[in-house]
């Protein structure tokens, strides 16, 4: 019952061209809709649904909201009350609230950031279909990313003031939504603060994750390659389109991700990753990584801090 | 003035600290700075989102690369000056002093900066 994976996110972009030209051209996704209020939709070769992404004209950078798609329509109604019940208010969007998509449950995480459920999306098909399929599609363009695969909320953090919307938001996605946990960062005496968690519903390693910060925002969102090699050719590709590299391609000792963040020009940032690291199972014991290895657990290769990798985001 | 970046340059002031580093006309304001080597500079997202390299203008003629986080930057500090230092480049010599996140590695003794003499960079 429940939530199968991570189904859209809805960015806010600063320019609209330059952002679809970076989405297409650089990542390697395909405009499937444009709607009059000027949204432009895309998804990735290997997704079946209408869209994964859409980005919105604004006058800032950030998430305007996630989406996860749960597996039947039955399933809105029953998670409305475990949320409602939980403590959160819900509101049930009615379908067409955005396009080729059925009524969307719509909540605010702990953390402040909107969430929204959904069962129904529009079906157009992987690009290689689903009868004798090529392993992959010609014509793609930049790193051509499978799918969109996670993504990454900073969420206020003020353990002085007894604030941890980290361990609030852990809470309700266990509690509410039956995601499970499979790693975290403990900080503080004894490792009293759980400062950041990766959750899974399917059996990859993260298709959340949160992590502490000043104030909530976006930290990234997150497409799928399948190998270290797609990770290198995707930074030779960034380098040719003069994306801006965040990081160059290393692992992650966390979910041990092979991995490469850079930002889309309005800053918000991306990453192309490789790796399914490990088979997440709900009985796997729970990694911790402490205080002091906390950046071998980020940067695995150089285990050195990076603070516009904690300070910047959107 | 390095060997491989003859480009002419125009000199942008900093208020806080009294240092001067040379910048180019087709170069943003964080990209000059960087070279002060100062520690700590925040170079973020670098398209105008993330708001961590946030100055005020008080003299001197910027032109804009792209467009600038209204979360960071209101339309009423726009008008005071402020922008994003990744998202200008100058167009004739430039006084500006550092906001926000910037103001912390601009906050030291100019001893603590690590090349010795941003000054005698200029061309």
């Known amino acids: ?314 | 003035m390095s060997i491989f970046d003859t480009r002419p340059k125009f000199a942008v002031h900093v208020a806080q600290t009294d240092e001067t580093f040379p910048c180019a006309a087709n170069e943003s304001l964080l990209q000059g700075m960087v070279r002060l080597g100062r520690k700590g500079i925040p170079v973020g997202c670098v398209n105008g989102g993330c708001g961590v390299c946030k100055v005020r203008i008080l003299a001197g003629d910027i032109k804009a690369l792209g467009p600038i986080s209204r979360a960071h930057v209101t339309q009423d500090e726009e008008c005071q000056g402020y922008t994003l230092a990744c998202r200008v480049a100058p167009q004739t010599a430039v006084d500006l002093e550092v906001a926000g996140k910037l103001n912390k590695p601009f906050s030291k003794g100019r001893a603590e900066s690590a090349t010795a003499s941003p000054v005698s960079q200029q061309q």
């Open chain 1, 1 to 314: 019952m429940g939530v199968m994976r991570i189904g859209h996110a809805s960015l806010k972009v600063m320019d609209m061209d330059a952002a679809v030209k970076h989405y297409e051209n650089v990542l390697g996704l395909k405009t499937t809709m444009k709607d009059k209020a000027g949204n432009v939709y895309l998804k990735c070769w290997d997704e079946w649904d209408k869209y994964s992404l859409i980005l919105t004209p604004s006058d800032q950078a950030g998430l305007n909201h996630v989406a996860y798609k749960v597996e039947k329509e039955a399933h809105l109604d029953e998670l409305q009350k475990k949320i409602e019940a939980w403590g959160i208010k819900t509101v049930m969007l009615d379908e067409g609230t955005l396009p080729s998509t059925g009524r969307m449950l719509q909540f605010n995480l702990p953390s402040g950031h909107e969430m929204r459920l959904y069962a129904t999306k529009e079906y157009v098909g992987t690009e290689v279909g689903t009868t004798n399929p090529d392993p992959w599609p010609d014509g793609l363009k930049g790193a051509g990313v499978h799918w969109l695969d996670h993504l990454l909320l900073m969420c206020e953090m003020n353990p002085e003031a007894g604030i941890n919307t980290v361990a609030d938001n852990t809470r309700f996605m266990t509690e509410a939504l039956d995601f499970f946990l499979t790693e975290q960062v403990v900080v503080g005496p004894g490792g009293s603060i759980q400062a950041a968690t990766w959750m899974a519903r399917t059996t990859t390693p993260h298709d959340i994750a949160f992590v502490g910060g000043a104030k909530s925002g976006l930290h990234h969102i997150a497409f799928y390659l399948d190998s270290w090699n797609d990770v290198l050719k995707s930074a030779d590709v960034m380098a040719k389109n003069k994306t801006k590299i965040d990081v160059a391609p290393t692992r992650h000792g966390i979910t041990r991700g092979e991995t490469i963040y850079f930002f889309d020009p309005s800053g918000n940032r991306n990453e192309t990753f490789a790796g399914l690291g490990y088979l997440a199972q709900r009985d796997r014991p729970v990694t911790t990584w402490t205080e002091d290895q906390l950046w071998s657990g980020i940067f695995y290769h150089t285990g050195e801090a990076v603070p516009s990798f904690t300070d910047v985001y959107t």
